[in-house]
């Protein structure tokens, strides 16, 4: 009775018992659920484009991250830096397009997939060949981004709010935005959104298929970047980031391969679902469970919805 | 040939299936509306109709795939509201569909074989060891699939990966896949399309055959109105999911309503 | 070539259905496996102990992964996780009941990885695709924790590392320190023959076309008959047996010992490589990809000594990387189904030669 | 490893039936036939035959056969027909083996003419061409057929499933005295019963039936098993028609005799599938076979790699410089034996080996006359490959090549036992043992084929060469005279242009005229890409035809053809002194060539009239104007002016030492 109790009813005790640390794990949750969502969103636009299940995503994030990190570190002012990694990820999309996509075309979707591990592989040995293998810290001050928190005393306790956070939270929130009007209002945008529907229609905008490609990795590379920046800033550049960007992949399957929604909403589930489960229940296992959770947390969503949350229902036809 | 003193073909004309009032839709629209008819037992049924009458869909309805939403089905004499696709397998409904759906990475003989799964019962542990007792059931099953490749005359491509045959060879293998399920009712979702004429006699001979030889009911769908006319006994014409004629040939090409159908009269 | 097929005809279904139908293919079995008999006559300590073993260890992991994403055509990214699983059952098991043969308690410990293999697979019957890719990773990341987090599993060792104990076969030791690699290297081999054996039986009869039928066109095969839950179900109890029996060989006759990371998601992920770069739904595969991608590492690690270049560590551990990944790529720009089908490519050629096709 | 024919000393086994229970009893165990079936190769040893052969026996004599009756035997090569000619044997009934793809009116003359009462017949396709004609046949009392499919609802008051009557004489036979009383009649066939009729297909009138006797079937198949050292281990592929002297002599004859294999193909388009898998060791292809075989194999080397091409060419090269000569034992340096063996590894083994020829010991391409190259080619991949001249009133052999003395333009010496001998005009005449008794019910035609002293007229010409063997030139009738008695064979010469790939019809002139002289069609492919390397451009056949190099190109073949007839006595006089090319193709549907491509030699020297009178009045030009039929159906008029050529002829130099020589 004790177990049954300790799992259905102590935590919510605490929850109301502690308002204040509720507030904090969900503002945690939150801020990492934001951040999630950014690198699934990179994922789902070069899925919904290109049909390709970007394994590498995550560490383009890391990439990015490490590259301007490392060429700071190597006496490159920060904004040129910034300007010259956003060059490297333009490369890295053409050279994408170039020496993956355009061979692989027409292969099966698991071809086009593993074909992103070796990516994954080709990143991660590049990076911490020319910057090396150790952790950096992000250039956070270089970069006129805040630091610090902000305290408020409340609820019965103190809540702490990273101003980096603060930060991330609004860029991504600008990211989607920006991303939306690209999408809605640009002639490349309305391309970008046919391609993912009919390649027959995207090709009579004007815009050929090699040139959507590039522009959607770039745009990907572009998101990675950002997430890259904001979470290196809140931990520190490595590739062991590896395994918080692998974490996008329960967000995505949550949302549901081909929804930016999707990606958004679910993003925000399991980041402020690990972040409860961690905090409220990891301790009666003996912790780390924010390991796994978010994978146990998609896997129960997709068992009563195998499309994921905001997929299209699957019918299957003969 | 051996394979045919299998399944006597038995008194013809007794009802095998019964299809009465059965509606389909998928999120709001209806592919099948209260659509009612019955095959009986060692007879070719033709499904026909315009693109988009709910053939296809009526099939899937018939071997399990899909649910329908109100209606019954009663097969051999049980009624049921709801079946799953291995169930109407083991109860002897086979298969081909519209787009050769074959196991690409197998042989000819392979996919033949596979079409024996439900008839192979050496465990799992058997399997393992191979020789011995699997390897005898699988000799025993693969003399039954040599005598469909025998009938289909398809000797030639026997070990040869299905992938790479012509589309008009591909769909014999997927007859002749069925046909190894040794089923009582047959499926044929457009056996003959994008045939040229002579595939097309040939597909015919072996659909006549088979109702001949295996005494197997059939019911087929396809567009080649003539085809369907020369092979099948009844015929039942769908437009957009209602039945609008059911009867022998000669009575359906007569009737008005199949007419407009084809000739695209605006409902 | 070499092939002679002319008067090689079958008088029964026994030969005609027999796994090599082809003389020359029974012959160049044969050699192989004496070759691999005699190897360690010629080989150095360091080609067995640190080549060969590791080679066969991961053939076999890789033969597992290959049953269910090859043949039954599931991804998954799980497989270091169920290694894992068979190395710590292994390491309960002969901690535990010490008396017992050891390669008793290997086998046991597939039937472990087994049992957690089958219930991470349900999820399929529902999940596809990517979907299910992704389900496989819960299994990678929670069975990991497991391993850190449950003391038990290695005997609340402080170190948080299982050590192999020293156990003998027929008077001879086969795992621990005092295992020679010769010894440890037969063992596998032996564990590897009679394995490729009984899967290779598997995917030639009514299971291995029920997998395939399934890999290819899912509809079809429920249409047959073939139940899917239960096809998917027997895959994933296959596959994670024999990656179970993989990993604890892994620990038990070639590391000696391990920590949880040693089946991390990078050991899940190798696997796979191995798996789609020696080929899909191709027993020989396994090898050929086994071998490329484990020993590949070894030749970049090797090669800047050769010429007498001195390069660090780290650096050698990032130009590793990086070659793989762009090898990965390479292969399967030239060759999307593997090396197995380069293999099957160049045996078609030898055939049919002189003619071209 | 014994040859059969050896066991017999005494000649008692002087029908098939008896050699059949031989085999049974001294190696029973071996096989005897195979039939590609059901994915598998069925095996029935000589046991398994004899047995089924007495149950089939057994059932035809329920169905009232006995001596003399005739059973015709319609279908592919399978078993089940091959026992019924061992059956109907084994009762002294003659066996008709009747052309499968033959059209019902066909078949209704053969079954007519030879009263046949019951006939053995493979499946449905047959069946239903039997019972359309059955009206016409009142003394055909029943049909046996072999395969049941789509057969089954058919009125079976006449018709009988094979496998179900021989159950029911398998039962009826369980009874000891029913299977002694037919085994014992065995001993009752003589060596005078006629044991088979096989049905020519003459090329004028209604075919006739050559009854051939046991005795002399068994003699013939005797002798040529012994000439080719054929034993009980060897094995053929039976892919020939069962209708044609070819098969039921070299499948069912040479093998009963031998106690070897025959293996029935699955169907008529896996032959070349079957052929590989069983990798037969005795083999016969007509040369057109071996021709088609040998454009595949170039064709297919075409989408080789440079490299492999460079090699394959390399050792081809080799092997015709080499290979015949390694073959026939001749003195090799070993630097070119080596070469070859490597050769043999890389290039000629394998190759052999896809074409399923790895294990054959003895092959034999006869019907028509082959080309030196084509023949070379085989021969020099190490294919011991030769020539035989035959004919149904033979039972086939009357000439054959031994191994080591084989050549391209001729058929081989007399076979065993066979006086060959020409007649004044230049006919091939012959007796052997396996000499035709008689055509069947045509007395008058029997007369017509035999020469007093009991010689076969086989209407071919002939001459012999210098070490006796025999070339075969024309059929007699076409075989003319110049004016001055020199012997005149135009299809010999023929032939021999167009063995080069650059002419691809010739018609040649000379039967009461002075000399020799031809005109040519030219092979535009082969022509044409000459030209292309060569530079020279053309619109149209009728443009390259009358090039002038063309015309060198191609007096240069004839030259060569000419200094080949020089060598040979009686040909030397009849070289070609002048020729032209023709400015169109000669088409069937002109009237030209027959249906079956064959010149009509008659035809074209009316219709080409200015030019024949051009060719002999010495002019080097000629007109013409002719209709022709364009290939969409369209008539026009072709109006050119025509080149003649004249050509040196050869001194006949070696003329009287090689009659020295061949006397």
């Given at each position: 009775m004790s177990f049954v109790y300790s799992i259905f009813v102590d935590p919510f005790v605490q929850m109301i018992g502690a308002p204040d640390l509720l507030v904090q794990t969900l503002w945690e949750g939150l801020v990492g659920g934001v951040l999630y969502a950014l690198i699934a969103l990179g994922f789902v636009l070069i899925f919904k484009a290109s049909g390709v299940f970007n394994f590498a995503q995550g560490i383009m994030m890391v990439f990015a991250a490490l590259t301007l990190v490392g060429l700071h570190e190597k006496g490159v002012p920060a904004f040129l830096a910034l300007a010259l990694t956003i060059l490297v990820m333009f490369a890295l999309a053409l050279a994408v397009e170039r020496v993956i996509l355009r061979p692989l075309v027409n292969q099966p979707d698991i071809i086009l997939f593993m074909a992103t591990f070796g990516l994954t592989y080709v990143l991660i040995g590049l990076g911490e060949l020319v910057f090396g293998g150790n952790p950096k810290n992000m250039i956070t001050s270089e970069l006129l981004l805040p630091s610090g928190s902000l305290d408020f005393k409340t609820l019965g306790g103190l809540v702490s709010l990273q101003k980096i956070d603060i930060a991330a939270a609004i860029i991504a929130s600008l990211m989607v935005a920006v991303l939306a009007l690209f999408f809605q209002k640009t002639r490349i945008g309305r391309a970008l959104r046919a391609v993912a529907d009919d390649h027959q229609a995207a090709l009579s905008v004007g815009i050929s298929l090699d040139q959507i490609w590039v522009i959607v990795w770039f745009t990907a590379g572009l998101v990675a970047l950002a997430t890259g920046i904001m979470w290196g800033a809140r931990s520190n550049v490595s590739f062991a980031l590896e395994i918080i960007a692998l974490k996008a992949l329960p967000v995505l399957i949550l949302g549901g391969l081909t929804s930016v929604p999707g990606a958004i909403v679910g993003g925000l589930i399991i980041g402020i679902g690990e972040k409860l489960g961690e905090f409220y229940w990891g301790p009666l296992v003996g912790g780390g469970i924010e390991s796994w959770l978010a994978y146990f947390i998609a896997l129960a969503v997709l068992l009563f919805r195998p499309q994921g949350l905001f997929g299209e229902k699957i019918i299957e036809r003969i | 040939m051996s394979v045919a003193a299998v399944e006597p073909a038995t008194a013809a004309g007794e009802t095998l299936l019964k299809v009465e009032n059965v509606s389909l839709?998928?999120?709001?629209?209806?592919?099948?509306?209260?659509?009612?008819?019955?095959?009986?037992?060692?007879?070719?049924?033709?499904?026909?109709?315009?693109?988009?009458?709910?053939?296809?869909?009526?099939?899937?309805?018939?071997?399990?795939?899909?649910?329908?939403?109100?209606?019954?089905?009663?097969?051999?004499?049980?009624?049921?509201?709801?079946?799953?696709?291995?169930?109407?397998?083991?109860?002897?409904?086979?298969?081909?569909?519209?787009?050769?759906?074959?196991?690409?990475?197998?042989?000819?003989?392979?996919?033949?074989?596979?079409?024996?799964?439900?008839?192979?019962?050496?465990?799992?542990?058997?399997q393992l060891w191979r020789y011995g007792p699997a390897l005898n059931e699988e000799i025993e099953h693969r003399k039954y699939c040599e005598e469909i490749i025998d009938f289909l005359e398809i000797e030639r491509i026997r070990k040869e990966p299905v992938g790479r045959l012509p589309y008009g060879l591909q769909k014999r293998v997927e007859l002749g896949r069925a046909l190894a399920m040794q089923p009582d009712l047959l499926l044929l979702d457009e056996p003959m399309a994008g045939m040229n004429l002579e595939e097309k006699e040939d597909m015919s001979r072996f659909i006549l055959d088979v109702n001949a030889e295996f005494g197997t009911t059939i019911a087929l769908i396809e567009h080649d109105i003539g085809v369907v006319m020369d092979l099948s006994d009844r015929i039942v014409v769908l437009d957009y999911g209602n039945k609008i004629a059911d009867g022998k040939p000669d009575e359906v090409r007569s009737d008005q309503k199949v007419i407009d159908a084809y000739l695209g009269v605006v409902h | 070539m070499f092939y002679r097929e002319a008067g090689q005809y079958k008088t029964t279904y026994q030969a005609d259905m027999s796994v090599f139908p082809i003389l020359q293919d029974r012959i160049g079995l044969a050699l192989i496996i004496v070759a691999a008999l005699v190897l360690p006559l010629v080989a150095g300590e360091f080609m067995i102990a640190s080549v060969m073993v590791p080679f066969l260890i991961l053939a076999l992991a890789a033969i597992g992964l290959n049953i269910l994403t090859g043949y039954t055509g599931l991804v998954s990214l799980g497989t270091g996780a169920f290694m894992g699983v068979g190395a710590y059952a292994c390491y309960k098991l002969s901690t535990t009941f010490p008396a017992i043969n050891i390669l008793v308690w290997i086998v046991a410990s597939g039937f472990v990885s087994c049992a957690v293999g089958v219930l991470f697979g349900l999820p399929s019957l529902r999940i596809k695709g990517f979907y299910l890719a992704v389900a496989t990773l819960a299994a990678q990341f929670f069975l990991q924790w497991c391993f850190v987090r449950v003391p038990w599993l290695y005997n609340y060792n402080p170190s948080g590392a299982i050590e192999v104990p020293s156990r003998t076969l027929f008077g001879i030791h086969v795992t621990g320190a005092s295992a020679t690699p010769t010894t440890r290297y037969y063992v596998a081999l032996a564990i590897v023959i009679a394995v490729t054996w009984i899967v290779s039986n598997l995917v030639h009869g009514r299971v291995g076309r029920s997998f395939m039928a399934v890999r290819d066109m899912d509809i079809a095969a429920q249409l047959i008959g073939i139940r899917l839950l239960r096809t998917k179900l027997l895959a994933f109890a296959v596959s994670s047996f024999i990656t179970g029996v993989a990993g604890a060989m892994m620990v038990f006759l070639w590391l000696g010992a391990a920590e949880p990371d040693a089946f991390n998601i990078n050991q899940s992920f190798i696997l796979l490589f191995m798996v789609i770069i020696g080929g899909l739904g191709s027993l020989i595969g396994s090898f050929f990809g086994a071998a490329l991608i484990y020993v590949l590492p070894i030749i970049v690690r090797a090669t800047p000594e050769t010429f007498g270049l001195t390069i660090g560590a780290a650096t050698v551990e990032h130009l590793t990387y990086l070659i793989t990944g762009a090898l990965i790529i390479f292969f399967l720009i030239v060759e999307p189904l593997g090396l197995a089908r380069l293999w099957q490519i160049g045996k078609q050629k030898l055939r049919v030669w002189p003619f071209p096709y | 490893m014994q040859s059969g024919a050896s066991r017999d000393p005494e000649g008692a086994l002087d029908t098939f039936p008896k050699w059949l229970r031989h085999h049974a009893q001294v190696r029973g165990a071996r096989p005897a036939i195979r039939l590609k079936d059901r994915g598998i190769w069925r095996t029935w040893n000589w046991t398994d035959t004899h047995e089924s052969v007495r149950a089939l026996a057994h059932a035809l004599r329920t169905l009232s056969i006995g001596v003399g009756d005739k059973v015709a035997i319609v279908g592919a090569n399978r078993p089940a027909l091959y026992w019924g000619i061992t059956a109907a044997q084994w009762l002294r009934a003659v066996p008709v083996p009747v052309y499968a793809d033959a059209v019902a009116d066909e078949m209704a003359y053969v079954i007519e003419n030879a009263d046949v009462k019951i006939a053995l017949v493979q499946d449905q396709e047959q069946v239903d061409k039997i019972l359309s004609i059955a009206a016409r046949l009142p003394q055909l009392t029943h049909i046996l057929y072999d395969e049941e499919r789509g057969l089954r609802t058919y009125d079976h008051s006449r018709l009988h499933f094979i496998a179900e009557v021989m159950a029911k004489s398998r039962a009826a036979l369980a009874a000891p005295a029913m299977a002694r009383e037919l085994d014992d009649a065995i001993d009752d066939g003589r060596a005078d019963d006629p044991s088979i009729m096989l049905y020519t297909s003459g090329?004028?009138?209604?075919?006739?039936?050559?009854?051939?006797?046991?005795?002399?079937?068994?003699?013939?198949?005797?002798?040529?098993?012994?000439?080719?050292?054929?034993?009980?281990?060897?094995?053929?592929?039976?892919?020939?028609?069962?209708?044609?002297?070819?098969?039921?002599?070299?499948?069912?004859?040479?093998?009963?005799?031998?106690?070897?294999?025959?293996?029935?193909?699955?169907s008529a388009d896996t032959v070349q599938q079957d052929l590989r898998e069983i990798g037969p060791t005795f083999y016969f292809a007509p040369p057109r076979v071996f021709e088609s075989l040998l454009t595949r194999v170039m064709i297919r080397m075409e989408d080789a790699g440079a490299l492999k091409r460079a090699i394959f060419h390399h050792f081809l090269g080799l092997a015709r410089r080499w290979g015949e000569k390694i073959m026939d034992g001749k003195r090799v340096p070993l630097h070119a034996r080596l070469h070859y063996a490597l050769g043999a590894l890389l290039v000629y083994a394998p190759l052999k080996n896809v074409l399923g020829f790895s294990r054959i010991r003895t092959a034999y391409t006869a019907g028509e006359a082959i080309g030196q190259d084509l023949f070379s080619f085989y021969r020099s991949l190490g294919l011991n490959l030769k020539q035989l001249y035959g004919q149904?009133?033979?039972?086939?052999?009357?000439?054959?090549?031994?191994?080591?003395?084989?050549?391209?333009?001729?058929?081989?010496?007399?076979?065993?036992?066979?006086?060959?001998?020409?007649?004044?005009?230049?006919?091939?005449?012959?007796?052997?043992?396996?000499?035709?008794?008689?055509?069947?019910?045509?007395?008058?035609?029997?007369?017509?084929?035999?020469?007093?002293?009991?010689?076969?007229?086989?209407?071919?010409?002939?001459?012999?060469?210098?070490?006796?063997?025999?070339?075969?030139?024309?059929?007699?009738?076409?075989v003319g005279r110049l004016r001055d008695g020199t012997l005149f064979a135009p299809k010999y010469i023929e032939n021999k242009l167009k063995f080069f790939p650059n002419i691809k019809e010739a018609v040649a002139y000379g039967d009461s005229r002075d000399f020799v002289t031809v005109m040519l069609n030219i092979e535009l492919a082969s022509v044409g890409n000459w030209a292309e390397r060569n530079g020279i451009a053309y619109a149209s056949y009728q443009e390259i035809a009358a090039h002038p190099r063309v015309y060198a190109l191609i007096a240069e073949h004839v030259r060569e053809v000419n200094r080949a007839l020089a060598r040979e006595a009686q040909m030397a006089g009849a070289q070609i002194r002048r020729f032209l090319i023709l400015p169109k193709e000669l088409e069937a549907d002109d009237g030209e060539l027959t249906r079956t491509q064959k010149v009509r030699r008659g035809f074209i020297a009316e219709r080409y009239a200015t030019l024949c009178a051009g060719l002999y009045d010495g002019s080097s030009a000629a007109d013409i104007a002719t209709e022709v039929t364009y290939e969409d159906g369209r008539k026009g008029v072709l109006a050119a002016r025509v080149r003649i050529e004249d050509v040196d002829v050869d001194l006949p130099v070696s003329h009287e030492i090689l009659r020295e020589r061949a006397a």
């Open positions: - | 839709s998928f999120g709001g629209v209806r592919a099948i509306r209260d659509v009612s008819f019955d095959i009986r037992r060692g007879e070719i049924r033709a499904i026909i109709g315009p693109n988009g009458a709910g053939k296809t869909s009526m099939l899937n309805v018939i071997n399990g795939f899909y649910h329908p939403q109100a209606g019954r089905i009663t097969y051999k004499g049980a009624t049921r509201r709801r079946m799953r696709p291995h169930q109407a397998a083991a109860q002897g409904v086979a298969r081909t569909f519209q787009n050769v759906a074959l196991f690409k990475g197998m042989t000819t003989l392979d996919n033949i074989l596979t079409g024996r799964t439900l008839r192979m019962h050496k465990s799992f542990f058997w | - | 090329t004028t009138g209604r075919s006739k039936g050559v009854v051939l006797s046991a005795g002399r079937s068994v003699a013939a198949a005797r002798d040529t098993v012994e000439f080719d050292k054929l034993t009980d281990q060897d094995e053929q592929l039976a892919y020939l028609p069962l209708a044609w002297v070819g098969d039921h002599y070299l499948n069912y004859a040479q093998m009963f005799v031998a106690g070897g294999c025959m293996a029935c193909p699955e149904t009133e033979a039972f086939l052999y009357v000439t054959c090549q031994a191994d080591g003395a084989v050549r391209a333009d001729t058929v081989g010496p007399a076979a065993p036992n066979v006086s060959l001998r020409l007649a004044p005009d230049g006919e091939v005449q012959f007796k052997s043992p396996g000499q035709f008794v008689e055509y069947y019910k045509d007395p008058a035609k029997t007369a017509e084929a035999l020469t007093d002293d009991g010689f076969v007229k086989t209407g071919d010409a002939g001459i012999f060469d210098e070490d006796g063997q025999l070339k075969i030139l024309d059929r007699a009738k076409d």
